[in-house]
């Protein structure tokens, strides 16, 4: 049998990440942080943090800002219509 994987509480992945411990189980709620629940308590295998941690990011809701395009810009020169 294998090595049993050591699992955090959300307040110490809180405290790895510096966010709260409800934070932690709301990411978690929504598929952003690996966990599970075990009973109605939320676990975190340490490696599955650590790993998430490193984990690039490849995109900007990664971060949980919402990518924006404005679009074509267009640039009109001198002050007045038609001159």
């Not at 790895?16 to 629940?37: D, N, Q, Y």
């Not at 941690?53 to 404005?70: E, H, Q």
Request: hydrophobic residues 35%.
């Amino acid at each position: 049998m294998g090595e049993l994987t050591r699992l955090l509480t959300p307040s110490e992945v809180g405290e790895l990440l510096g966010i709260h411990g409800k934070t932690v189980e709301r990411m978690a709620r929504r598929g952003e942080l690996p966990g599970r629940r075990v009973g109605r308590y939320w676990r975190f295998a340490e490696k599955n943090i650590a790993a998430w941690i490193d984990k690039p990011i490849t995109s900007s809701l990664a971060c949980g800002v919402p990518a924006v395009s404005a679009g074509p810009i267009s640039i009109q020169r001198g002050g007045h219509a038609g001159t």
